[in-house]
């Protein structure tokens, strides 16, 4: 994460959001008595929260193990040829 202070920020205001926009990496803007901000385009900040709320739910990290365990032991649900045409056909 790249790091300028709030005065570098202000001066390229439009340089730093573009940016950060475009590649998806915040910036973080330090200011002269030590508080600090971190800037985020929203989607990212979304998909951030997306991702903070499927790590602190138990029960859906669980399911997301075992999922994984079947699908690496290739013991998942095996759709019929039936069923795959109904698919197909959508």
């Known amino acids: ?5 709030v005065n570098q920020f202000r001066e390229n205001l ?3 959001v573009e940016k950060v926009l475009g590649e998806h990496e915040p910036l973080k803007v330090t200011r002269r008595n030590g508080g600090a901000f971190i800037v985020f385009g929203a ?4 998909r951030e929260q997306e991702t903070l709320y499927v790590l602190q739910n ?4 669980e399911q997301i193990a075992r ?5 690496a032991t290739s013991a998942g649900y095996r759709p019929t040829g039936e069923e795959l045409g ?3 056909r959508l």
């Open 1 to 5: 994460m790249d790091t300028v202070t």
């Open 14 to 16: 439009r340089g730093h």
């Open 43 to 46: 989607e990212d900040w979304e």
């Open 58 to 61: 138990r029960s859906l990290m």
């Open 67 to 71: 999922s994984s365990k079947t699908h």
């Open 86 to 88: 109904e698919i197909d």
